[in-house]
């Protein structure tokens, strides 16, 4: 474990953070059944990617051995009606969860439309907005929020950070990364890396405040120059790097 603050830390070497006080495992943008989604656009994938997703879930959870699961919402992929692909690995996941008595809640994201009929089955709770536990406010990031709807600490999906690295020879390495940071006094926000292995995202140490896909980051008068990325290497290693203004000069 990593801490970050307080009882907030990362679950390292997982794309995934636990909060102390509740024995919880929170983790976002798992986009179960990317492959099957895309394949329906012509996009041909190997089925092997939700496999590694679902890996990277389970496994986390056993290394950890929380009892309180929290997903930020992109559960699953497509935005219509869940795809034949989505129910399979969706249905593979909840069970897994059920079966083993984990707590569970889901905060929706913009890509969780119609994933509340399949909770229902499995008796998990849907958030449509945010979930508030003291103190800490989980929302998966596509909304505006003011600064007066947060908690002290706010976890956020959504915005799929990444950090990209030059080395000698001026080659790029992109990885992703938590990012934490202040968001206005005495309230912080930690932004959680996708589980999904294809959603790579946002390289925000090369981009403007004006190009985050999340309205927080770009409505609220933040300095993301300041904030704290931890690079990811899934299941391996997790290392904490200097502020992102300082990396846009490496």
Known sequence: MIKVYKELYI??????????????????????????????????????????????????????????????????????????????????????????????????????????????????????????IDPYTLIHGHKSHSIDELNEITLMGNEHPSISLIDETGIHHKFKAFLFGKLAESKYILILPPVCELAPGSTINLMSKEEFLSPILRELDIDIGSFIPYLLVPGKIVRKFPAIRELKVI
């Open 11 to 132: 679950a390292d070497p997982w794309p995934a953070t636990y909060l102390g006080e509740y024995d919880a495992l929170v983790m976002a943008d798992l986009h179960l059944g990317i492959e099957g989604v895309l394949a329906e656009e012509g996009i041909y994938l190997p089925r092997r990617v939700s496999k590694i997703t679902l890996d990277l879930v389970i496994n986390a959870i056993e290394d950890v051995k929380p009892s309180w699961i929290i997903f930020l919402g992109d559960v699953k992929h497509s935005f219509s009606l869940l795809k034949v692909s989505e129910w399979v690995e969706l249905k593979n996941l909840f069970r897994y969860l059920t079966e083993h008595k984990y707590r569970v809640d889901v905060i929706r994201g913009n890509h969780d439309n119609y994933l509340g009929v399949l909770l229902s089955k499995f008796n998990i709770p849907f958030h449509s907005d945010k979930l508030d």
